[in-house]
């Protein structure tokens, strides 16, 4: 069946200005997860998602992060007021909650100018 | 706090050879998964194998095996007779087995391990 999706695939935009990332999960996965990855690093977790609700914020950076995710299917990750730190990929990856291997997208690569 | 350490920032294999990628972690926790997983240049990441730390028996998946040793706190990936496509990003990730707040659920990942194959 089809994978994770996630889009746009890149994204660049000027600081200061609002984004918003989105993650179409494997159907059926009721987990859902975004992480950031920088350049040359391993991957931060941001957020997890357990059917709508998000039970677990403990990532996210700062306040100009937040998602939100309805239907239990489809996530959006916004990031207000963009800084150059902010660049990175961000990646989104689902899981049957009974099961433990979470599934990634090809991400989303963020360039904040 | 869980911890994930690869010590090999980078590593090279020649074509049909074996190699080993060496992963440690800490924790104070006696249930949880490890995983390795494969990042290609298309970054999408990929899971290579599990190893549910209950099982005493070490995971395999075709050419891909693992070492686990649980008092070690020690989780080796063993790529069998390497192939081009088996050139990555290497990344050990960590997850807890039960939910106990806020983290719980989360990958921990090392820094990973690149890994050339040389023709």
């Known amino acids: 069946g089809a994978g994770v999706s996630q889009s746009p695939s890149n994204k660049v935009t000027e600081k200061g200005k609002d984004v918003e990332l989105r993650c179409d999960p494997i159907?059926?996965?009721?987990?859902l997860y975004w992480y950031r990855q920088r350049l040359g690093q391993g991957l931060e977790f941001l957020i997890y998602?357990?059917?709508?609700?998000?039970?677990?914020k403990s990532g996210l950076p700062s306040d100009r992060f937040s998602a939100e995710r309805t239907g239990e299917s489809v996530s959006t990750l916004t990031i207000q007021r963009t800084q150059q730190e902010d660049s990175a990929v961000y990646l989104c990856?689902?899981?049957?909650?009974?099961?433990?291997?979470?599934?990634f997208g090809p991400g989303t690569r963020l360039t904040v100018l | 706090a869980q911890t994930v350490t690869q010590s090999q920032p980078e590593m090279s294999v020649q074509e049909a050879e074996t190699v080993t990628l060496s992963c440690t972690y800490d924790?104070?926790?006696?249930?949880?998964?490890l995983f390795w997983y494969k990042q290609p240049p298309s970054r999408q990441m990929i899971l290579v194998i599990r190893?549910?730390?209950?099982?005493?028996q070490n995971a395999t998946e075709n050419r891909f095996s693992v070492n686990f040793q649980k008092a070690a706190k020690s989780f080796s990936l063993k790529i069998s007779d390497s192939q081009l496509g088996d050139a990555a990003m290497y990344f050990c990730?960590?997850?807890?087995?039960?939910?106990?707040?806020?983290?719980?659920?989360?990958?921990?990942f090392g820094k990973g391990t690149k890994l050339s194959v040389i023709p």
């Open positions: 990856a689902s899981s049957l909650i009974t099961s433990s291997a979470q599934y």
């Open positions: 159907s059926g996965h009721t987990a």
């Open positions: 998602f357990q059917g709508n609700s998000a039970p677990d």
């Open positions: 924790t104070s926790e006696s249930d949880y998964y």
């Open positions: 190893q549910e730390a209950y099982k005493q």
């Open positions: 990730a960590y997850r807890s087995a039960k939910y106990s707040g806020a983290g719980s659920y989360q990958l921990t």
